[in-house]
């Protein structure tokens, strides 16, 4: 046998050659385009992620306000591709996270021409520009294949994609509402790099959930909010175009920002300023969050009552001054801050105390007494975080005064009326739980009675004599819970009441009354403890009312562990009463003598209102605190049994209330 001219082993080797060829070409194509194409898809997916992520700790800085605890939350900085047999993949993608400006004092956010409407607060805020540092958090992300990737910032509320050509908005703003301004300064210092994920603890550095009114300290100027961002303001109009007025100064229509302008700022920032509306109240709730390290606390800024403002007491008596140590986001400060007090003139009563010390809410407290030859008439107590002398000012920030009236024995001292006891906190707002209007009220006090109570029944009416229902927007099928029923007391043990298709006021709703469809126990509250009120919704003209500005008197009955009954009577104003305004109730009561038959007069001309606009006087004879036996100035004759409570409700024509009570001798 011969091979002779046989080429058949070449031609398979051939084949082999080319076939391995082919093997390599599609090996190459593969890992040249498709690996890339595949990675991309999952540095895509990684960042749409990312993106969710960054407004997760969005929404963990917004909430900051009303929130005492620290948040924690995670971002995936970088991802991981999957396992390939033959081809091969870069090292794992990793991004950076980053602070900016948050720790430079340079870069601030400006709070300019506000003015309080509180009497002790406008000390404070009284039209100076004050400056809180803030900046951003941003994600920037280091691909391997998505070189279109963009950065992901935080900034003032706002959540955006900064893209090469452009900028994308991922969430809303949550700095302004109508008529409240929601302001977070974030602090800190952060710079973390990983493939892997980090955890951003949120810390509330200053919070609570309380506003403060304010106006234009001026009338020639606005309240305006400046900052520094990344975005311009054509951006910042588009983002608070529901906010913005197309005809400013027209208030029907609830939009209140006259203008969003813009100037250049330092690098590639923005200086944005936002001018709100003159005229108008604006409610300004502040906060301070801490990311990183670096973050600092708040120290005292100003000293503020808290509390009824008119405080009574007999000769002989003594009675409880309640101050707050607030810093400069309006927030308490609980850090054992020392605040000194006295008394000035002689016989005009002393503090059993020269120096306190602020608690863990915040609050200093002092008590004043009398003996039975102080002098009667106003005494004036003087309260500072700085030693008391001659320079003394109570309109610094640093320095309160505090008018008390001393009366004589027998003379009645308002039944409960006081700054002791069962203490309104003075932190009502209006809020809505349906996603329609505020037509909800949530306020807070706190027992300061040296005993525990149990609450038992709170009375409700309204001063507007047309909001005249109560109801909720959710069906009883449901646990009972804040904000769904028509009354919820958040307390040591809650209370609740819903009526199932809500119910007419005034009323006196009996918190645990077995006849409703849902009533759970009497609220119990500890000495020192605090309860949160809930009441929704109120309606006017069969709809439900928007409850900011709305006064609503409260009283509230509880029984003392000790044994007895007592009450308190206060008036709720979401977003604060405007105390400048607000007129000052006072009656007397007298009779003839024994041939009186029991029978009194009460005179309630000594009432007063700085503006001398009282429209209404309206009177409580049966203690159950609505105010309905009767109307008038006076009411002569009326037939009222020795130590019952009497009321009195005066309210001025744009609706601010006040109350007093006094007791029948």
Known sequence: MTFTGDERAQSVQVGAVLLFGVLIIAFSSYQAFAVPEQNREVEFNHNQQVQTQMQDLRNAIVSVPGQPSRQAVSIQLGTQYPSRLVATNPGPPSGLLYTDGTDNESQNLTVRNAEALEPETVDYWNGTPRHYNTGAIAYKPEYNVYGAAPETVYEHSVVYNQFREGNLTLSDQAMVDGRKISLVALNG???RSTSGSVAVDVEPKSQSSRTIRITNATETSNVSISFLSRLPNSTWNETLSDEIDPNPGNKSNERYIANVTHTEGPGSLYNVTIIFERGSTYHLQMAKAGVGTGATDESEAYLTTVGDDDISVQQGDSEEIVLEVRDAYNNPVSNDVSVNGSVEGSNAGSLTTGT???DSDGRVRFVYKTSEST???????????????????????????????????NQ????GSGNSGLIYNEDAFALDSDGRIDGGVQFSVTNELGETITITTVAVDAVDEYIDYLSDSYRNDRDPAPQENELYIEADTDGYTDFGGGTDIPRVIDVDNPDRPISGPNPVMSDGSIATFHLFEFERFGGQTDMNGESVTITVTYELSSGGTDSKMFTVTPGGANTNEQPDADFTITSNGPESNGKWDFDASPSSDPQEDIATYEWDFDGDGIFDDATGQTVQNRKVDSGTTVSLRVVDSEGNADTVRKEVP
């Open 189 to 191: 210092s952060m710079s």
């Open 356 to 358: 306190e010390s602020s």
């Open 375 to 409: 002098a009667t008439g106003t005494a004036t107590v003087q309260f500072s975080l700085d030693e008391i002398n001659d320079s003394f000012e109570g309109k610094s920030p640093e320095d309160v005064s505090v008018p008390v009236t001393v009366t004589e024995v």
């Open 412 to 415: 009645g001292s308002g039944g």
